[in-house]
């Protein structure tokens, strides 16, 4: 039975949802810093790059786990 | 159109070739480009590769100074260094171009005399030359694993029994099995995060490339966030090399 097309979509779906809700609690949690201090926007936005990198490791890995299987 | 990588099987050893150029390439770009950096140095006139040197080591200075003293860390700036440049540049080597060659069959797929290995047998067989370093799983997972047993030895040899108090005392030992995942977890994160995000931009550039003359400003668009990528996950490699060495060797001031 051909489960490895389910099973990559649903692996990669999963992912993208924490990633969405990871990405945007990082983000409203810079917003609302910025909004405190403008003057702080440079290194607020650069560390919500930061944390993004970190954010997307793993559905970054469920992507290469959902295009191996789904070959 | 799945490309393979030209694999040479050395008896049971799989070696990738196009991955072992690429090493080398890259590592041979990095050491030109910090060589042409630091000819005619000068204090009053820096040339614009000085400059765009000095500005990367005050970059992994600050690094370091956000994770430990900068007087302990100041041993591993050059490692700080070398790891951003070199996986800056090999992210970045994927991008331009690709290198294909073909073969019509899984016996006539050689190189310089030598068989290239293909599972089964298909019929039009596609092989890549050019691909980034780092979207080679092997390859990442080799510098993360060099980054953690340094911390671990690290750790052993400057810290010893704060180190190992801090499996065990930390606040509990109940929390040991977490940080026996901890140790596990570590180099695999690391190394999977740096493959993972290269090698999907990279699948996503082949498959733009799949939708012909549509896909021109996909094109354009995903090369800018691939290359934007490539930045940010040198950059979250260097920190949390440096966060991982400042946690194996800074334990005095918690206990």
Known sequence: MEYAYLAAGIVFGLGAFGAGIGNGLIFSKTVEGISRQPELRGALTATAFIGVGLVEAMPIISLVLAFMWAR | MDHLAPI????????????????????????????????????????????????????????????????????????????????????????????VSEAHDAEHATFLGMQLFVEGNPEHLAFTWWKSPTADASMTMALALIVIVLSHVQGLRK?????????????????????????????????????????????????????????????????????????????????????????????????
């Open chain 2, 159 to 255: 810290n010893t029994k704060h180190y190992l108090k801090h499996y065990t005392h930390n606040p509990n030992i109940v929390f040991f099995p977490l940080h026996l995942i901890e140790i596990v977890s570590k180099p695999l994160t690391l190394g999977l995060r740096l493959f993972g995000n290269i090698f999907a931009g990279e699948v996503m550039i082949g498959v733009i490339l799949g939708m012909g003359f549509i896909g021109i400003p996909a094109m354009m668009l995903w090369l800018g966030f691939s290359i934007f990528v490539g930045a940010i996950q040198s950059f979250v490699f260097t920190m949390l090399t440096m966060v991982y060495i400042s946690q194996a060797i800074v334990h005095e001031e918690d206990h």
């Open chain 2, 8 to 99: 040479l099987n050395l008896g049971g050893f799989r070696l990738d070739l196009s991955a072992l150029f690429m090493i080398v390439l890259s590592s041979v770009l990095v050491f030109v480009l910090a060589r042409l950096a630091v000819r005619n140095l000068s204090v009053e006139n820096p040339g614009k590769l000085q400059n765009f040197l000095e500005w990367v080591v005050d970059f992994v200075k600050g690094i370091i100074g956000q994770t430990m003293d900068y007087k302990k860390g100041a041993p591993y700036l050059a490692l700080g260094v070398t790891l951003i440049m070199y996986i800056f540049v090999s992210n970045m080597l994927g991008l331009p171009f690709g290198v």
